[in-house]
């Protein structure tokens, strides 16, 4: 798959998807993360894939003292994505890409905001991780 590196089959039809806007901070994280892997806008032209992305991000509580406190919270990254080729309108992948991650919630109000924002970091970076994946498979069958 990976054959010829940046120059490669793939790596040619990678850089020919955009990414469209998502909305909020995790919408921005994924997307960057996103172009990045993907090159887009690389070759300079119209692109021939759109990557549209829709996004669920949750935090919940899971641990839980006898005075109702909460001692460990979950972050929750899910996205739902569909490839579409713009000559037809056809989608050509139509997934979701997701993953999760644990954090202590302390007596600091600041490290439990710290740790919330790398667990989105984290996620975002899983997340298009997977989507960059899914999308060169099917790329390279299509070829």
Known sequence: MYAGGGKGEIARALA???VSPIEG????????ALVDRLGAGAAGTASRYRLDI????????????SNDAITRER???RARYQ?????NGEVVLDATAGSDAGFDVVNSEYAVIAAEQTALENLSQEVADQIVTR????LRKRS
């Open 54 to 65: 829709r996004l669920d991000d949750r935090v919940e509580g899971l641990g839980q003292l």
């Open 83 to 87: 490839l579409v080729d713009t000559q």
């Open 16 to 18: 020919d998807v955009s």
């Open 135 to 138: 999308v060169s498979v099917r």
């Open 75 to 77: 972050r929750t990254l």
């Open 25 to 32: 901070q995790s919408g921005w994280l994924v997307r960057n």
